[in-house]
């Protein structure tokens, strides 16, 4: 059997003579001892160092690759007509192959050879990655309007033309040009997407618990903490890394591989702009691919390290509290859980038999669920964990919607703003915990507190926003013209296609038109720059002067409070970051010592059945809400036109206010009950020790029996 799994000063003691009996047969041929051999081997694969460096650069690849989604998610919507109930479905679904297989990976964990079952771990969502990218290679070319593939894209299809004029120029509904084929290749799409997504969960599940397990059973038992800190905070950069990955590449057109002959009209600030959300993965997945070709060179078992880091008491401290943190945050930071809480899991019973695992693990679930601390500190972390789910997940669509941002610059604000102040607020909660020595009841004020600010930083934000200005024959603002168009009449001799869409801008007025041929547009000019061409419509009945128009939606009228927006919600981040460390130490200082590693466990699979998966789904659900213009493919609803910006940044603002106010319920009683706790506790300490008292009582029971029996 292999070394154990457990938890540091526990790991497996490899004797001198027994690692030297080891190293020398592990891959010799024919696996005998070759004292000459053992020297010609390269040892940088017997090294818990060069395994660390491995990891740390495979778990922030494998972390990039599983956030990656959603950076791109609004982009992905609009390429392949899904709702926003559906992507964030989509989005939720890589956790679903994790939570089902990770059980069962705390049983093998000990049985099997962890670098070579996360190397195929790895491979695994190098396929997984590959796989997302196959949709847009059996797609048709994207086009941003519904002319056929053989005629110019953007050019007289959605001009004001009468039908006798120019029958030829009129494109035919896409409704009427359906056929069984293109719904069947949409559903085989989609269909890609979701097993992709299962897929790179299943990846997942054997890479960080095993390489923590192997790093904590052969590191030196002083060195390990630091490791472990030094693997976490490399890891935390994952995130961050996916949507500065996802910034660059969607300022990409979407078909690079495969442009159309005389370029494309469009700029990243056009509505149907889609960028290169595919070309993300196949970077990812072949950083991953990269970062598992060394696990298949490690040993099963290494010699264990015996040097101890010379400048290790000057970074322990730092260290120990990187550990501490990374057992308990690392699942709301990212789509992948944390490293400590799967290692955790691990530990569960490695010497059991799968019938024996099986059966004890609901018994010793419900006895751990009874403690009151450790159920409402696992209740505010699913508070928590949704709210970041669902900010990760919809955060780029929210403000590309409601400030007119685009999709890449969305994500560089994540990026490079809320998830690097979300990363101080864990080390701000790590350093207070460590250096004031915070007890239960201080840990429990720490995260009443920073959940506090946190509910009180989100109020503005219902505030942070405009209504959204007026589309002619989508919605109407009070104290304009009702109608189709301003001025009556001026459609009657256009032919316009039910279903196009590309919109154009009445600046003057603040009006859109669905197409320029629903603002009554004869004419189309292109105006040529040096870095961009702008298009123009002229000769609009419709408009007042008769334009022109320039291509594209209305910007926003308050754009300019997306980033004091974005600065309240990276504060409120890092508030609500502040609670990870004290939160988990409550969970290791409420429960038995015996349960300890068990209850991290089922906190974490908590996290991921009450929080990850539904919280996408639930944030999706509300947003489509929100909608007042569907596009229609084949006559069922595709994506989303346009949304009612007052209701959306209620509903979706309003949910990470619903979940906010939830994890501050929680902690307020969480203090009740340990107020409560010291209170008993103060009693117990005032009633004097009956063993004590029945001892010095038994000294002089001779010279007063009466007081002696009072």
């Given at each position: 059997m292999g070394p154990r799994i457990g938890p540091v000063g526990d790991e497996l003691q490899v004797p001198d003579k027994d690692t030297k009996v080891m190293v020398g047969t592990e891959d010799a041929p024919g696996g005998k001892a070759s004292p000459k051999h053992q020297h010609l081997r390269p040892s940088v694969f017997h090294s818990i160092k060069f395994f660390l460096l491995c990891h740390s650069l495979l778990q922030l690849a494998q972390l990039m690759i599983s956030g990656y989604l959603k950076s791109?998610?609004?982009?992905?919507?609009?390429?392949?007509?899904?709702?926003?109930?559906?992507?964030?479905?989509?989005?939720?679904?890589?956790?679903?192959?994790?939570t089902a297989l990770i059980v069962f990976v705390s049983y093998f964990g000990s049985r099997v050879h962890r670098p070579r079952l996360i190397g195929y771990g790895a491979i695994l969502v190098t396929l997984a990655g590959v796989l997302m990218t196959v949709p847009h290679f059996i797609s048709e070319p994207y086009r941003y309007d519904h002319t056929s593939p053989d005629t110019p894209q953007d050019f007289e299809a959605s001009l004001c033309l009468a039908a006798t004029a120019a029958p030829a120029s009129t494109p035919v509904p896409s409704n009427s040009s359906c056929s069984g084929y293109t719904e069947v290749q949409h559903l085989a799409v989609v269909g890609i997407m979701f097993t992709a997504q299962t897929l790179l969960g299943v990846g997942g599940v054997p890479i960080q618990p095993f390489g923590i397990s192997y790093i904590d059973d052969f590191a030196h038992n002083s060195n390990s903490p630091l490791y472990l800190g030094i693997l976490f905070a490399v890891t935390m950069m994952g995130p961050g890394m996916a949507y500065g990955l996802g910034s660059l590449m969607l300022r990409l057109y979407v078909d690079i591989d495969r442009m159309p002959e005389g370029g494309i009209s469009l700029t990243s600030k056009d509505p149907r702009w889609v960028g290169a959300w595919w070309l993300g993965f196949l970077l990812?997945?072949?950083?991953?691919?990269?970062?598992?070709?060394?696990?298949?060179?490690?040993?099963?078992?290494?010699?264990?390290?015996?040097?101890?880091?010379r400048f290790r008491r000057k970074v322990l401290a730092v260290s120990d509290l990187s550990v501490s943190k990374g057992e308990d945050s690392s699942s709301e930071q990212s789509p992948g859980a944390s490293p400590e809480k799967k290692a955790g899991l691990a530990q569960m019973a490695p010497d059991l038999t799968v019938i024996q695992f099986i059966r004890v693990f609901p018994r010793v679930l419900l006895r751990t669920l009874r403690h009151p601390i450790f159920l409402l500190v696992v209740l505010s972390q699913v508070c928590v964990s949704s709210m970041v789910a669902g900010m990760a997940t919809f955060l780029p669509k929210f403000l590309e919607r409601q400030f007119s941002v685009t999709a890449s610059y969305a994500n560089l604000l994540i990026g490079c703003l809320t998830i690097p102040l979300a990363?101080?607020?864990?080390?701000?909660?790590?350093?207070?915990?460590?250096r004031l020595r915070l007890g239960p009841m201080h840990c429990g004020t720490l995260c009443l507190l920073g959940s506090l600010f946190c509910l009180l930083l989100s109020m503005p934000?219902?505030?942070?926003?405009?209504?959204?200005?007026?589309?002619?024959?989508?919605?109407?603002?009070?104290?304009?013209?009702?109608?189709?168009?301003?001025?009556?009449?001026?459609?009657?001799?256009?032919?316009?296609?039910?279903?196009?869409?590309?919109?154009?801008?009445?600046s003057s007025a603040r009006v859109e038109y669905l197409t320029p041929c629903q603002a009554g547009c004869t004419g189309r000019v292109v105006q040529e720059a040096p870095d961009k061409s702008q298009v123009f419509y002229t000769n609009c009945s419709c408009v007042a002067g008769g334009g022109p128009v320039p291509a594209g939606s209305c910007d926003s009228a308050c754009s300019h409070l997306v980033l004091p927006f974005m600065i309240l919600v990276s504060l409120g981040a890092a508030l609500a970051s502040v609670t990870h460390t004290p939160s988990f130490m409550l969970i290791l200082?409420?429960?038995?010592?015996?349960?300890?590693?068990?209850?991290?466990?089922?906190?974490?699979?908590?996290?991921?059945?009450?929080?990850?998966?539904?919280?996408?789904?639930?944030?999706?659900?509300?947003?489509?809400?929100?909608?007042?213009?569907?596009?229609?493919?084949?006559?069922?609803?595709?994506?989303?036109?346009?949304?009612?910006?007052?209701?959306?940044?209620?509903?979706?603002?309003?949910?990470?206010?619903?979940?906010?106010?939830?994890?501050?319920?929680?902690?307020?009683?969480?203090?009740?009950?340990?107020?409560?706790?010291?209170?008993?506790?103060?009693?117990?300490?005032?009633?004097?020790?009956?063993?004590?008292?029945?001892?010095?009582?038994?000294?002089?029971?001779?010279?007063?029996?009466?007081?002696?029996?009072?």
């Amino acid at each position: 059997m292999g070394p154990r799994i457990g938890p540091v000063g526990d790991e497996l003691q490899v004797p001198d003579k027994d690692t030297k009996v080891m190293v020398g047969t592990e891959d010799a041929p024919g696996g005998k001892a070759s004292p000459k051999h053992q020297h010609l081997r390269p040892s940088v694969f017997h090294s818990i160092k060069f395994f660390l460096l491995c990891h740390s650069l495979l778990q922030l690849a494998q972390l990039m690759i599983s956030g990656y989604l959603k950076s791109s998610i609004s982009t992905v919507e609009k390429r392949f007509g899904l709702s926003s109930q559906t992507s964030g479905l989509l989005a939720a679904f890589n956790e679903v192959g994790n939570t089902a297989l990770i059980v069962f990976v705390s049983y093998f964990g000990s049985r099997v050879h962890r670098p070579r079952l996360i190397g195929y771990g790895a491979i695994l969502v190098t396929l997984a990655g590959v796989l997302m990218t196959v949709p847009h290679f059996i797609s048709e070319p994207y086009r941003y309007d519904h002319t056929s593939p053989d005629t110019p894209q953007d050019f007289e299809a959605s001009l004001c033309l009468a039908a006798t004029a120019a029958p030829a120029s009129t494109p035919v509904p896409s409704n009427s040009s359906c056929s069984g084929y293109t719904e069947v290749q949409h559903l085989a799409v989609v269909g890609i997407m979701f097993t992709a997504q299962t897929l790179l969960g299943v990846g997942g599940v054997p890479i960080q618990p095993f390489g923590i397990s192997y790093i904590d059973d052969f590191a030196h038992n002083s060195n390990s903490p630091l490791y472990l800190g030094i693997l976490f905070a490399v890891t935390m950069m994952g995130p961050g890394m996916a949507y500065g990955l996802g910034s660059l590449m969607l300022r990409l057109y979407v078909d690079i591989d495969r442009m159309p002959e005389g370029g494309i009209s469009l700029t990243s600030k056009d509505p149907r702009w889609v960028g290169a959300w595919w070309l993300g993965f196949l970077l990812s997945a072949g950083a991953v691919a990269l970062a598992a070709i060394p696990y298949f060179f490690f040993p099963k078992e290494m010699p264990k390290e015996k040097d101890e880091l010379r400048f290790r008491r000057k970074v322990l401290a730092v260290s120990d509290l990187s550990v501490s943190k990374g057992e308990d945050s690392s699942s709301e930071q990212s789509p992948g859980a944390s490293p400590e809480k799967k290692a955790g899991l691990a530990q569960m019973a490695p010497d059991l038999t799968v019938i024996q695992f099986i059966r004890v693990f609901p018994r010793v679930l419900l006895r751990t669920l009874r403690h009151p601390i450790f159920l409402l500190v696992v209740l505010s972390q699913v508070c928590v964990s949704s709210m970041v789910a669902g900010m990760a997940t919809f955060l780029p669509k929210f403000l590309e919607r409601q400030f007119s941002v685009t999709a890449s610059y969305a994500n560089l604000l994540i990026g490079c703003l809320t998830i690097p102040l979300a990363i101080v607020g864990i080390v701000v909660g790590g350093i207070l915990v460590k250096r004031l020595r915070l007890g239960p009841m201080h840990c429990g004020t720490l995260c009443l507190l920073g959940s506090l600010f946190c509910l009180l930083l989100s109020m503005p934000l219902f505030f942070m926003g405009c209504s959204t200005h007026q589309i002619a024959g989508v919605n109407h603002q009070p104290g304009a013209q009702p109608g189709l168009e301003l001025f009556p009449g001026c459609m009657e001799p256009c032919s316009c296609p039910p279903d196009d869409f590309n919109p154009v801008c009445d600046s003057s007025a603040r009006v859109e038109y669905l197409t320029p041929c629903q603002a009554g547009c004869t004419g189309r000019v292109v105006q040529e720059a040096p870095d961009k061409s702008q298009v123009f419509y002229t000769n609009c009945s419709c408009v007042a002067g008769g334009g022109p128009v320039p291509a594209g939606s209305c910007d926003s009228a308050c754009s300019h409070l997306v980033l004091p927006f974005m600065i309240l919600v990276s504060l409120g981040a890092a508030l609500a970051s502040v609670t990870h460390t004290p939160s988990f130490m409550l969970i290791l200082r409420g429960v038995k010592k015996e349960d300890k590693t068990l209850a991290v466990g089922i906190q974490f699979m908590l996290l991921r059945v009450l929080a990850w998966m539904p919280s996408p789904v639930i944030h999706g659900s509300a947003i489509d809400t929100t909608c007042v213009y569907w596009a229609q493919s084949c006559g069922r609803r595709a994506v989303c036109r346009y949304y009612d910006h007052n209701l959306l940044r209620n509903r979706f603002i309003g949910l990470q206010f619903f979940f906010k106010t939830g994890s501050l319920a929680c902690f307020a009683l969480i203090l009740a009950i340990l107020r409560q706790q010291v209170k008993e506790e103060g009693a117990k300490e005032t009633i004097p020790n009956p063993g004590l008292q029945q001892q010095l009582l038994a000294s002089g029971a001779k010279k007063e029996p009466e007081e002696s029996r009072v």
